[in-house]
């Protein structure tokens, strides 16, 4: 009985979202006061018959509904409790259900701070997002419906959860990833209200930005989960791989990176009105361009849903509605925008612009190098793969030179900037940066690859406590009162930008400073990696709740040292109902160094194949990720946006 | 010229030859990285080149792994039922690697016709199957009904 009700509260709240797509426009057009403030609660309605039909889906997880399709192929009854509330987004339909979920979260989120708009833009906004949730609920009712049931002949236990997903990262990275991507489904509502109501002046601006950042800082997270993720499941010890579905998930961040920057001057300056507007159009469509990547199984991805080619079709068509219906709308309204505005070439504006150049162009790689796969097969030249070398020769020096800009924009003022305001202190970085590389790089015997990174990541550091100083020590006020008053918005930019550097670092060593072998092992052998010394002690049988495993024990000394540094206990797991095997790896995390030991495959005789790395600086990466993420955080927690939003 | 027409100019000319520049630079590096995907019956017929990074694929044939007794290397036949192809590799094979799987390699075709891979992939999911090498099988299977129609027309 249950999922009947689930399936019939989706149904009930596609008509909802259907009403909140076209009640608050006509009321808009019509200058209907009564059916404007329909927006709220509609929005509220359809959200709570999400929520009903996300918790059903959930329960029938629980108590190992196997009447369910979706619940008897991604669930099992020896599946830990923890794993069965997870394998709700283990599939593509129940992922789609959360995908939907949380778009309602974030409408109702709107919906509660609706008071806050003025009377006649909050409404518009939730009637856009009424027009995606619409596209969205239909996608999942008509195409993936998780409710489907197996009946009469209810199955006596289900398929199981896919291995690799039964997994903390599995747990928490969707979720995360997918607050982000629908996140900027909000900027986009903003950016269209605009178009539609004509009011593209620098309003719409100030409300979509912390709306932007806030859904930045969950991708950044997700990302960074993600990369986690694959660093320690997938047992070769990558972090990233470019592969197309970590693309799909990277252009919407780049997008929404130049996003947060552009918005920053439209609101402060009013310029690039309608290069905002259709920034924040791209990065939803990248958003959802990702969604149609990972579902369509038209790309070759480790993460491809088995491809349904309906499905494909059907996402299709509704990325082409909502982009090309909102571009149209665009190349409609933008020609009436017009920038009063000048700005001189030194003024922040030029930096934040050459900010936005250098990201689109990122974008564009990332874009290419993803798509291009498909465009050669379309005319027929052949299957083809584009390999991770590409995306690194074209993306590191750019990403490189980004950053360099990034040291000396916060410098910046609006307008104009005065030669003697950046010179002196880029004079002076690049003399410290210079020298502190130098010294690094002899020290540690590093190439010319790590003296550039580093002199760039000392840049950057130097700049930004010089901007931080002068900001803090101009007036008469002591520096930390000085300190204090400084807006959180300005701390979630340093925060980010340092992030940034952080992640640099932890690139730069991993991928220069990083030791591996593949060695072939028995019990009692020892191999000797980067000073360390692995000593593989025994093997032995273990029995987990629904696997059987090889476990491998390892005690690693450092050279010259009799106490151990770490004990190593890799597996090997078969799950015994998929019959599936899989590697779990063993980790000795550290602050500048990470020791990784994965086996491969049983070899004859008690001989196996083992995989060993020595990873330098690798949680640097993530560490970096988590500080951006705040960084977006605080920035979006601003006291400036409250304020306003009170008055 | 007005001043701020100008400096408008400026901008734009700027953008404009930055933006070219970099997808100028972008195709260039993507001529440079592609590997185009080859089945066993075209690299059997010579029309795959060789000492250059390619792509290859099929089903693993049952019995034809052999590893080497001391080392990580290990040799297999790839198969799209009509021709198949020596795979040599050296270090850990992924996972979901076994005989009679769908696997695709990534390396160069040597010589002697023997494809010296540096990285095998065998996918996540027991049920996907790569679709290059779906396709492989595909028209593989295509030209043998073509042949059984052809030799049963004949007779």
């Known amino acids: 009985m249950l999922p009947e009700i689930g399936q019939f509260s989706l149904i009930l709240s596609l008509f909802f979202a259907l009403s909140l797509a076209l009640v608050p426009l006509i009321g808009y057009w019509a200058r209907n006061r009564l059916l404007l403030e329909m927006a709220q609660p509609l929005t509220l309605i359809m959200s709570t018959l999400v929520l009903v039909s996300f918790v059903i889906l959930s329960v029938a997880f629980i108590t190992d509904d196997f009447s369910v399709l979706y619940v008897s192929q991604n669930s099992n009854s020896q599946l830990p409790i923890w794993y069965k509330f997870s394998a709700v987004w283990g599939g593509h339909e129940g992922s789609l259900l959360l995908w939907v979920f949380i778009l309602s979260g974030w409408c109702s989120a709107v919906a509660l701070k609706v008071r806050t708009l003025p009377e006649n833009v909050g409404p518009v906004v939730l009637a856009v997002l009424g027009i995606v949730s619409t596209g969205f609920l239909s996608f999942l009712i008509f195409t993936s419906s998780p409710f489907v049931r197996l009946l009469p002949d209810i199955p006596m236990d289900g398929g199981d959860l896919n291995p690799l997903l ?13 607050m982000g991507y629908v996140g900027f489904s909000v900027a986009f509502a903003f950016a269209v209200t605009a178009l539609i109501t004509g009011n593209l002046n620098a309003s719409w601006a100030r409300w979509a930005r912390p709306w932007t950042a806030c859904s930045w800082a969950f991708l950044t997270l997700g990302i960074t989960l993600g990369s986690w993720w694959a660093y320690y499941e997938l047992g070769w010890g990558g972090w990233w791989f470019w592969d197309p579905v970590e693309n799909a998930s990277f252009m919407p961040w780049l997008a929404g990176t130049a996003l947060l920057h552009s918005l920053a001057v439209t609101e402060k300056r009013g310029v690039f009105k309608s290069w905002t507007v259709l920034l924040a159009i791209f990065t939803f469509s990248l958003s959802l ?43 409609i309204r933008a020609a009436q925008v017009k920038s009063s505005v000048s700005f001189g070439l030194t003024g922040r504006e030029a930096w934040l612009l050459l900010n936005n150049i250098l990201l689109t162009v990122l974008t564009l790689t990332v874009l290419l190098g993803t798509l291009y796969p498909l465009i050669f097969d379309a005319l027929d030249l052949g299957k083809i793969s584009v390999g991770a070398p590409y995306f690194n020769s074209v993306f590191t020096p750019v990403a490189l030179l980004l950053i360099v800009f990034m040291g000396i924009g916060p410098l910046s003022k609006w307008h104009n900037t005065p030669l003697s305001v950046i010179v002196g202190p880029c004079l002076l970085s690049m003399v410290l940066s210079g020298l502190l590389a130098t ?13 550039v990174s580093f002199t760039v990541v000392f840049w950057v550091v130097c700049l930004s406590f010089f901007d931080w100083f002068s900001k803090v020590s101009a007036g ?44 072939r ?25 629904n696997y059987v495993a090889d476990r491998a024990q390892f ?3 450092k050279a010259g040292d009799p106490d151990p540094v770490a004990v190593l206990r890799p597996e090997k797991r078969m799950f015994t109902t998929r019959q599936q095997v899989m590697t779990e790896a063993a980790l000795d995390a550290g602050f500048t160094r990470d020791l990784y030991l994965s086996l491969g495959e049983k070899l004859d005789g008690a001989a196996w194949g083992v995989r060993i790395y020595v990873k330098s600086f690798v949680r640097w990466i993530w560490l970096g990720g988590i500080m951006m993420m705040l960084g977006g955080l605080l920035a979006a927690l601003d006291k400036r946006y409250q304020r306003r939003a009170e008055e | 010229m007005h001043p701020v027409r100008k400096k408008r100019l400026f901008v734009i000319v700027a953008i404009v030859i930055i933006l070219s520049a970099a997808i100028g630079l972008i195709l260039y590096a993507l001529q440079q990285n592609i590997n185009l995907f080859y089945s066993p019956s075209q690299i059997v017929m010579g029309d795959a080149p060789h000492d250059i990074n390619i792509r290859a694929g099929g089903m693993v044939v049952k019995g034809s792994v052999k590893r080497h007794s001391e080392t990580l290397a290990v040799t297999f036949d790839v198969t799209d039922f009509q021709h198949s192809v020596t795979i040599s590799y050296r270090g850990i094979l992924p996972d979901l690697f076994r005989e009679g799987q769908g696997i695709v390699a990534q390396g160069k075709l040597d010589q002697n016709g023997v494809f010296q891979a540096n990285q095998v992939l065998a996918k996540h999911d027991e049920k996907y199957m790569p679709p290059e090498v779906s396709e492989a099988l595909r028209n593989a299977q295509k030209t043998t009904d073509r042949k059984i129609n052809t030799e049963q027309s004949t007779h």
Not at chain 1, 439 to 450: D, E, P, R, Y
Request: net charge neutral; aromatic share 10%; with cysteine.
């Open chain 1, 289 to 331: 361009l990702g969604a149609f990547l990972v579902r369509s199984g038209v790309l070759t991805s480790v993460h491809s849903f088995a491809a349904d080619p309906t499905r494909g079709i059907f996402i299709l068509v509704l990325l082409i509605v909502l982009v090309g219906g909102s571009l149209l709308l665009y190349a």
């Open chain 1, 476 to 519: 008469s006020k002591g520096i930390i009162p000085r300190a204090r008053q400084l807006p959180r918005n300005y701390y979630g930019m340093l925060l980010a930008h340092l992030g940034i550097v952080v992640t640099l670092v932890g690139i730069v060593l991993v991928s220069i400073n990083s030791h591996e072998a593949m060695l």
């Open chain 1, 166 to 178: 039964q997994d903390f990262g599995l747990i928490v990275h969707p979720p995360v990833l997918y």
């Open chain 1, 439 to 451: 010294v690094l790089v002899l020290w540690c015997g590093f190439g010319l690859l790590a003296w």
């Open chain 1, 555 to 557: 005690t690693v000394f």
């Open chain 1, 521 to 545: 092992l028995s019990p009692g052998d020892s191999a000797s990696i980067a000073g360390y010394e692995f000593h593989f002690d025994r093997l032995e049988q273990i029995k987990g709740p």
